[in-house]
Structure formats: structure tokens, C-alpha cells
């Protein structure tokens, strides 16, 4: 089955309540603006989970990729005291390691991918990336990003898997990053960047999702 195909009853369910979505009338507004609005920024918001699970089944294709989430990701304080003294410097993170473990938070982990034959872990967060955030957002991003970088690799070895090396990347998809580079990728660079094609699927899925959401904001 396509990506499009395994994604296309949680597009429909989403729409569907999309349709059914209440909405208090803005003074300014009107009735007709204030329901296109709150659909529109309802959607957004969905768009969002619609992408990474368009994702996360395009990699699962690949039959060189271990592809799973992880809900529960553990920080340890360690690993955020440690991060505390990069973040003037994020790229002093790459190659700094700690042992995972039982954490004082946890951070859901959207997309983990281990390559089978170079033996690489790698995370992504997902993100629509149609906006900037706001600077505390932005610092948020960037310390969730580095704690999860300095943890990757004992966390793979925790699961058994040879590691070779470890990345830890936020995807801002349609192209306004919140951090910089290396741990920011785009919708551009995801085909390069996984040496397998992905973003043509994802464009199905997004096109099929916009199809929908017109015919509900037609009949608002």
C-alpha cells in the first residue's frame, strides 16, 4: 500500500472533524471569517502529526532503516546541565556522549532511524516550519535537540544495536528553521539526506490533505 493510501483515513477522520468544529463568531470577523479562520488554524495544528506519519511510513519502507518513535525519551539531569554549557556553541555537542538512563523529563521522540548497514542512529523531531518561533520556543528546540544528541548513541547501544555514529535533527519542512545547521533540515534536503526519495510521497499526502481542507473551508 501507498503512503498515501496508509495515511488516507487519518487525513479523512481529521477532516471530518474539521467539518465539525465549533467556533464562537469574532465581533470583527463575521460568522463566515471566524469559521474559516478556526478551521484553518485547526488544520495547521494537524497538519503537523499528518506530516510525521507520512514520514515515519515513507522511511519504514526502506528495508535498510530500523524506523520506530519513542515516546518516552529519557534526559537525565547530566545531560541537561551538560547541554546548559553548549548552547553558546551547539556543535561542540556532536561527538559528546553520555550514558542513557532513567531521566528527570522525557521527550517525545517523533522519528528514531537506525541504518542497518552503516550502523547510524539518527533522530528527528517534525515540524511544519511555515513559521518562526519565538525565542524561548527557539531555545526550547535547540536544548531538546542537543540533549537528545548527547544521549543517542547509548541509547541505541541500551537497545542492543551497533552504533557507529549519532544525529539528532528537527525537520522544519517547509523551510523557516528555528535553529541552525546541522540539526535543521528542510523539505529540500530530506531526498539527499536519507539517500532515499521521500519527499515525493509526502507531497501526495500534503496535496490530498489540501483537497480536503478546501472543500471544507468552500462550504463554511
Known sequence: MSVLG???????TTIAGLAKKKFVSDPIAGTHYSGITSVV????K??????????????KENPEFQVWTEPEFQVSQGADQLVGTLTGNPQSAIG?????????????????????INKTIRSYEIKRGSGKHDSGKRRQILRDTLCTQILLHSYGQSLGLSISSSSSHVV????????????????????????????????????????????????V
Not at 6 to 12: E, N, T, V
Not at 197 to 218: G, H, K, M
Request: include cysteine; proline fraction near 4%; aromatic fraction near 12%.
Open 172 to 219: 522544519f519542512y517547509y523551510g523557516m528553521c528555528s535553529i541552525g545547521k546541522p540539526f535543521s533540515l528542510t523539505a529540500a534536503e530530506l531526498n539527499a539526506h536519507f539517500d532515499y526519495p521521500v519527499t515525493s510521497q509526502l507531497e501526495l499526502v500534503n496535496a490530498y490533505f489540501q483537497r480536503r481542507l478546501l472543500a471544507v473551508l468552500a462550504g
Open 46 to 59: 494537524r497538519h503537523g502529526y499528518i506530516l510525521e506519519r507520512a514520514l515515519l511510513e515513507c522511511l
Open 96 to 116: 559528546s556522549n553520555i550514558n542513557y538512563g532513567p531521566g528527570v523529563r522525557a521527550l517525545q521522540t517523533d522519528i528514531i532511524v537506525y541504518d542497518k
Open 41 to 44: 488554524s485547526s488544520a495547521y
Open 6 to 12: 496508509k495515511l488516507r483515513p487519518l487525513i479523512d
